[in-house]
């Protein structure tokens, strides 16, 4: 697609349950990166994806957060038994060079508040 | 511990007034310097700065970096009221392969008419 795509723009999740976010990056771009961004804050970095090999998933804050490109193209974030403070902006960018080298187009976000 | 710290945190002027954006780092594996623009919710890129010394120029936005002092600044001119926004900066290290993006938390530029 023009650029990359997020849904749900919003999901407003109860305590424990799981969710699921979407990133659909711009196509033939190799690198795809997931950032969680709190209010007020700027990004921080969650996993990097390099075609389907998730190479870099040091951000990740526990082992609640789960993220798979299966295909090399669309990629799932997803949290299980979600707590107050993943309420967030998780932004997805992507990059058609591997490691992200030239700067990412960055998708609008989805917004989760977690209740 | 890697860091990125912008200033002023917020900023409030008049249409065509001249704002400068700061920005300093702390970053092992330094490999580029970038500024994007937040109005919304998805960043937007304004430029990406490697070498010291060489102004990035788009219109009313430039952008310098100072790798010695570790810093850069944004300089808007004539702003207008469509410049309001989150301006961040974020610098790229290399590790192991991959460009990870460290974020300051941004400076919040609201421009009144």
């Known amino acids: 697609g023009a650029g990359v795509s997020q849904s749900p723009r919003y999901k407003v999740a109860k305590r424990g349950q799981d969710v699921a976010l979407r990133c659909d990056p711009i196509?033939?771009?190799?690198?795809l990166f997931w950032y969680q961004q709190a209010l007020g804050q700027g990004p921080e970095f969650l996993t990097y994806?390099?075609?389907?090999?998730?190479?870099?998933k040091s951000g990740l804050p526990s082992d609640r957060f789960f993220a798979e490109r299966p295909e090399g193209s669309v990629s799932t974030l997803k949290i299980q038994r979600t707590q107050q403070e993943d309420s967030a902006v998780y932004l997805c960018?992507?990059?058609?060079?591997?490691?992200?080298?030239?700067?990412?187009?960055f998708g609008s976000g989805t917004r989760l508040t977690v209740v | 511990e890697d860091k990125v710290v912008q200033s002023p945190l917020s900023l409030v002027v008049h249409e065509g007034d001249t704002v400068t954006l700061n920005c300093s780092y702390e970053?092992?594996?330094?490999?580029?310097l970038l500024w994007y623009k937040q109005e919304k919710k998805a960043p937007t890129f304004l430029f990406m700065l490697t070498s010291s010394g060489i102004e990035k120029k788009s219109g009313r936005l430039s952008s310098i970096l100072d790798k010695k002092e570790l810093f850069s600044i944004l300089n808007i001119t004539a702003t207008q009221t469509g410049d309001s926004a989150v301006y961040l900066c974020?610098?790229?290290?290399?590790?192991?392969?991959?460009?990870?993006?460290?974020f300051g938390t941004g400076t919040r530029l609201k421009v009144l008419a």
């Open positions: 970053v092992t594996n330094f490999r580029s």
């Open positions: 994806f390099q075609n389907e090999a998730q190479l870099d």
């Open positions: 196509s033939g771009h190799v690198s």
């Open positions: 960018a992507s990059s058609v060079l591997p490691g992200g080298s030239g700067g990412y187009t």
């Open positions: 974020a610098v790229a290290s290399r590790d192991s392969g991959t460009y990870k993006y460290i």
